[in-house]
Antibody, heavy 122, light 106 residues
Framework: QVQLVESGGGVVQPGRSLRLSCAASGFTFSSHAIHWVRQAPGKGLEWVAV????????YYADSVQGRFTISRDNSKNTLYLHMNSLRAEDTAVYYCARVQFEPVVFYGMDVWGQGTTVTVSS | EIVMTQSPATLSVSPGERATLSCRAS??????LAWYQQKPGQAPRLLIY???TRASGIPARFSGSGFGTEFTLTISSLQSEDSAVYYCQHYNDWLTFGGGTMVEIK
């Protein structure tokens, strides 16, 4: 079935780096833009970044611009989020989510992963 | 940046009654608006896109309306399984979420 599965979360010290992955299955991964959305404990949803279907364009929230990099490997049906210079305020559940229509970048998101938890703490 | 403001923060409704949730944009987003439902411990679920189109598999009791800066999500006859937090999200050249409305069953 159509599915996104995140991995790579964990506990990391402030200032360190972490890479999240999102494995896709059940659909043509290379046709859809994919977002990262996060949710801090007890808080609402915060958009993080998006990458176009072919990886040629990416966009970031101001809060992560310059520290996070979104990328994808369409040959492996996998999305990545490289997170550098992590801060306590980056602590959250990170979800990857598929844009419902190809090839647009900004639209509704119809398929979500279960999330992976990142905790930034010394 | 377009700011999305949802009201009320919490809504308590009896089963079978109507629930009306509001979402306001700080500037026009045309009809580029989606609604999501999130239950505890679960990922969000797309309910509505293009302001008023139900996503696949979404029950008919969920409906969306509005254009420009004022939007509404209506649950026509609240069921116990509708207890959740509901988020609006614009996608008008960028993307931001509202702060959410928690719907409780009275």
């Amino acid at each position: 079935q159509v599915q996104l599965v995140e991995s790579g979360g964990g506990v990391v010290q402030p200032g360190r780096s972490l890479r999240l992955s999102c494995a896709a299955s059940g659909f043509t991964f290379s046709s859809h833009a994919i977002h990262w959305v996060r949710q801090a404990p007890g808080k609402g949803l915060e958009w993080v970044a998006v990458i176009s279907y072919d990886g040629s364009n990416s966009y970031y929230a101001d809060s992560v611009q310059g520290r996070f990099t979104i990328s994808r490997d369409n040959s492996k049906n996998t999305l990545y989020l490289h997170m550098n210079s992590l801060r306590a305020e980056d602590t959250a559940v990170y979800y990857c989510a598929r844009v419902q229509f190809e090839p647009v970048v900004f639209y509704g998101m119809d398929v979500w992963g279960q999330g992976t938890t990142v905790t930034v703490s010394s | 940046e377009i700011v999305m403001t949802q009201s009320p923060a919490t809504l308590s409704v009896s089963p079978g009654e109507r629930a009306t949730l509001s979402c306001r944009a700080s500037q026009s987003v045309s009809s580029n608006l989606a609604w999501y439902q999130q239950k505890p411990g679960q990922a969000p679920r797309l309910l509505i896109y293009a302001a008023s189109t139900r996503a696949s598999g979404i029950p008919a009791r969920f409906s969306g309306s509005g254009f420009g800066t004022e939007f509404t999500l209506t649950i026509s006859s609240l069921q116990s399984e509708d207890s959740a937090v509901y988020y609006c999200q614009h996608y008008n050249d960028w993307l931001t979420f509202g702060g959410g409305t928690m719907v409780e069953i009275k």
